[in-house]
């Protein structure tokens, strides 16, 4: 790995602990001074979190348009073992997937056991940005009161994320990433109402 | 920096199979998260755990803060600060707040976190069910089940025993209303100040090989009983011999020649820039 990558990996894994310890608040990668010698069929935010958090060890799937070529890619890159929704680590949902793909990467993804509750999967979710559409209202640890947030089209697939973290500890991990290489988090403790409604999801 | 080995010790894989671990700890609090435990330069059971997530977390930029039971400059201590240093070529502080990173043995500074800061806690013990359950086995399968009546029964038999809840460090406390968590051998003193707090404090066991977390604004709860609440050790009437400071944690010392007991800030940085402001009454 190049020298460069070892502080830019680093640097984003901070932004993503930060991401993770303060749910709803939106850190950016800084990706200034990142080059990547090579094209990729997403954003370089995302190229990031895939190198900073992918490698042999674990698998992943990517959802998509261009998910067999993103795939293809991420594997040569990291050695990370493709999967499918059911058993993947990291699932990686890429901005062109459609509605009902990215609702089905969350419904089949992990959730882990009651006794092996780390054991379930991470989404990684790309976004064009966040939007300033502020309808959904945070609570939980990492939330000093509450936080309002915009999930950039997304704030929908809420109520299938509400499904499958039913049972805590359980549950499934969320990050979103924009254009601009910023970065939100929503950890499986995150409670998240409708600002328009009082339904919670 | 020119170095024989990679930045911050560790190659690229082994910090990324930390830090998953570590963001797994962040989104279940208090659950400990298992991990490979690398092999170190200092040896298990002296602060590896705790040096293996403050490695995988440090980049260019950091300033770093070491203390072992409250000092900067105990031999642990140093010994983890240099080489996290001679590894990064970073800054170091004493100053609580200065620091982005603070690796901690048995202590949380007397300064409250700050947003972003990271303390990063050394564990012996992570398990608080050990005590009545050796099975690893069995003692994960009580914290699904959420089965925590061995840890009561733990603080019942010493209240039995002794009349209060005795033991001076290491007292469980209840996370986000789900797991029971060992919070490290802190005194109880301490206890309280890990709940809702601003900062980040992440768990590292080496020998046993777990990562756990508490993120910032986080309920967390010292276990206790209806009638026997829980209590910190209490420092009524003491005053720190160097800088004056009342209701901070002490060091209880004794006079060698008229074995006249007295107490010292156990935070040796608070006390020092105390009597750097000017606090201090009695130098």
Not at chain 1, 139 to 166: F, H, Q, W, Y
Not at chain 2, 143 to 170: P, Q
Not at chain 2, 179 to 205: C, T, W
Request: glycine letters at 8%; a negative charge.
């Amino acid at each position: 790995m190049k020298e460069s990558l070892v502080h830019e990996t680093a640097k984003a894994y901070r932004r993503l602990l930060l991401a993770g310890s303060y749910p709803g608040r939106r850190f950016n990668l800084d990706m200034e001074a990142l080059e990547f010698d090579f094209t990729m069929p997403f954003s370089r935010g995302l190229m990031l979190l895939i190198y900073t958090l992918i490698d042999a060890e674990v698998s992943f799937k990517v959802v998509g348009k261009s998910a067999q070529e993103a795939t293809r890619l991420i594997s040569r890159l990291t050695y990370g073992r493709p999967s499918d929704l059911s058993s993947a680590d990291f699932i990686i949902v890429l901005e062109d997937a459609t509605e009902a793909e990215k609702g089905e990467a969350i419904l089949k993804s992990k959730v882990g056991t009651l006794i092996d509750p780390h054991r379930s999967a991470t989404l990684v979710m790309a976004v064009g940005t966040f939007g300033e559409k502020n309808d959904l209202v945070l609570k939980g640890p990492g939330i000093r009161e509450k936080s309002v947030i915009s999930l950039g089209g997304l704030e929908a697939l809420m109520t299938l994320r509400e499904e499958k973290n039913r049972e805590y500890p359980m549950g499934i991990d969320m990050v979103f990433v924009d254009h601009a290489g910023e970065i939100l988090a929503l950890p499986r403790t995150t409670q998240i109402e409708r600002r328009s409604s009082s339904w919670p999801m | 920096m020119k170095n024989a080995y990679n930045f911050a010790f560790f190659d690229e894989g082994s910090k990324k199979e930390i830090r998953r671990a570590t963001l797994k700890a962040v989104a279940i609090p208090g659950y400990q998260v298992p991990f490979a435990s690398r092999e170190m330069p200092i040896a298990r059971g002296w602060g590896t755990g705790g040096l293996q997530v403050t490695l995988s977390l440090i980049n260019r930029g950091d300033v770093i803060k070491v203390i072992d039971q409250g000092t900067d400059e105990s031999v642990n201590a140093v010994s983890i600060r240099n080489l996290i240093q001679k590894t990064t070529g970073i800054q170091a502080t004493i100053d609580t707040l200065e620091a982005t990173v603070i690796q901690s043995r048995h202590r949380i500074p007397e300064e409250p976190l700050e947003e972003e800061q990271i303390l990063v806690l050394q564990v012996p013990m992570p398990e608080p069910l050990r005590f009545v359950e050796s099975s690893e086995y069995k003692t994960k399968r009580l914290h699904g089940d959420g089965e925590y009546s061995g840890a009561w029964l733990v603080l019942y038999e010493k209240i039995m025993k002794f009349g209060k809840m005795t033991g001076g460090a290491a007292h469980p406390v209840l996370v986000h209303d789900r797991y029971v968590m060992s919070p490290s051998p802190i005194p109880k003193y301490d206890n309280p100040r890990l709940d809702h707090s601003e900062g980040i404090q992440l768990f590292g066991a080496g020998r046993e090989k777990k990562i756990y977390a508490i993120p910032p604004y986080t309920r967390v709860v010292s276990l206790a009983f209806d009638d026997y609440p829980f209590e910190v050790e209490s420092q009524e009437g003491r005053v720190c011999r160097l800088c004056g400071a009342r209701g901070v944690f002490f060091d209880e010392l004794e006079d060698e020649k008229t074995h006249e007991v007295y107490y010292q800030c156990n935070d040796s940085s608070y006390c020092l820039k105390r009597l750097n402001q000017g606090g201090g009454d009695h130098v």
